[in-house]
């Protein structure tokens, strides 16, 4: 076993730690399974505990513009109140369950573009100290997937998908920030929409589908957006393409303002009132261009053919660069 990281607060001759993940991608609200290796010093060493952080890379909108940095969404204490003799190697299995609203990274096992990592605190003698970041890679719940599958088999394409900081009113949302799959329209709905926002909000019982538009302005009136939300069971077995059909046209054909329904920034602004901030022209989002590959089973018949990923960073502690000097206490 290679440990990735002396623990640096700990000294030279302090405990070594190495968290490793089960293969596979896990579900939101979901188990995750590992161990966590960690090797004895030139001491004994009494372990106080092992936590588990869950780190999501996200999007922030304030006055300037926009900014990224990485947040504690989740922890979880998994061992702890033991010795760990000198040189000692142990290994402390762990089973936790993720929060149901934990970003999806891919799909049909092609990224998304997504960040997230797992990070080990470990703290012996009243010092605690960070290790190295390990990618987590989440896979969509059952309805999750046939939702995007219709949406693929209707004609839309992938375009990206972001975190952002903030809540969208009048839903159960749990999480600071939530996930949005950016989608060009298909081609029946291109004359009135520039593109469709989906976020998937789960819970227990189900889960909320938000749905916002940014919607093409006419001769005389400008663009604006229109939000809707509808409920899932995650057992429901619906005509899908029916489905999500009958809510894009009830999106599409929805003109009046969308009230509570707006997304709410940590400044106050509530995106979809002010038309056109929300949809600003950094929606593309970073680093586009990595080609998923047609043949991915069902969204091949759709978004598949056309559809792109954020580039995905080798090391995901590469892409959570400084994010130690801005976290804060989050979690």
């Known amino acids: 076993?290679?440990?990735?990281?002396?623990?640096?607060?700990?000294?030279?001759?302090?405990?070594?730690?190495?968290?490793?993940?089960?293969?596979?991608?896990?579900?939101?609200?979901?188990?995750?399974?590992?161990?966590?290796?960690?090797?004895?010093?030139s001491a004994d060493f009494d372990i106080e505990h092992i936590t588990l952080e869950l780190i999501a890379r996200v999007e922030v909108e304030h006055e300037e513009g926009e900014s990224e940095g990485?947040?504690?969404?989740?922890?979880?204490?998994?061992?702890?109140?033991?010795?760990?003799a000198e040189g000692e190697e142990r290994a402390v299995p762990f089973t936790v369950t993720l929060p149901w609203e934990t970003p999806v990274t891919e799909l049909y096992g092609q990224p998304l573009g997504i960040?997230?990592?797992?990070?080990?605190?470990?703290?012996?003698a009243g010092a605690k100290d960070k290790g190295d970041l390990d990618p987590l890679a989440v896979r969509p719940l059952p309805a999750q997937e046939a939702i995007l599958q219709a949406l693929g088999q209707l004609g839309f394409g992938f375009k990206s998908a972001d975190l952002e900081y903030g809540r969208i009113h009048g839903t159960g949302q749990a999480l600071p920030f939530y996930q949005e799959v950016e989608l060009t329209p298909?081609?029946?709905?291109?004359?009135?929409?520039?593109?469709?926002?989906?976020?998937?909000?789960?819970?227990?019982?189900?889960?909320?589908?938000?749905?916002?538009?940014?919607?093409?302005?006419?001769?005389?009136?400008g663009g604006h957006d229109a939000l809707t939300r509808?409920?899932?069971?995650?057992?429901?077995?619906?005509?899908?393409?029916?489905?999500?059909?009958?809510?894009?046209r009830q999106l599409v054909e929805h003109r009046a303002a969308h009230g509570g329904y707006g997304h709410a920034d940590p400044y106050g602004h509530h995106h979809g009132e002010h038309h056109g901030e929300h949809h600003g022209g950094h929606r593309s989002g970073p680093g586009m261009g990595t080609a998923i590959a047609a043949g991915a089973a069902?969204?091949?018949?759709?978004?598949?053919?056309?559809?792109?990923?954020?580039?995905?960073?080798?090391?995901?502690?590469?892409?959570?660069?400084?994010?130690?000097?801005?976290?804060?206490?989050?979690?």
């Open 230 to 248: 509808f409920a899932v069971g995650h057992q429901d077995v619906r005509d899908w393409n029916t489905e999500v059909d009958g809510w894009v």
């Open 298 to 331: 069902g969204l091949a018949v759709g978004v598949a053919g056309g559809m792109v990923a954020a580039e995905v960073v080798d090391e995901i502690g590469d892409a959570f660069e400084g994010e130690d000097e801005g976290e804060g206490d989050e979690g």
């Open 70 to 84: 990485g947040i504690v969404f989740e922890r979880f204490t998994v061992a702890g109140g033991f010795r760990l």
């Open 1 to 41: 076993m290679v440990f990735k990281r002396l623990l640096g607060s700990l000294g030279v001759g302090g405990p070594t730690v190495d968290t490793v993940l089960d293969p596979g991608a896990a579900l939101p609200g979901g188990p995750l399974s590992g161990q966590v290796h960690l090797k004895g010093g």
């Open 115 to 124: 960040v997230l990592g797992v990070r080990t605190e470990l703290a012996v």
């Open 186 to 221: 298909a081609p029946q709905y291109a004359h009135a929409v520039n593109e469709i926002e989906v976020t998937f909000l789960a819970h227990p019982g189900g889960m909320e589908v938000v749905l916002e538009a940014d919607k093409r302005g006419g001769l005389f009136s």
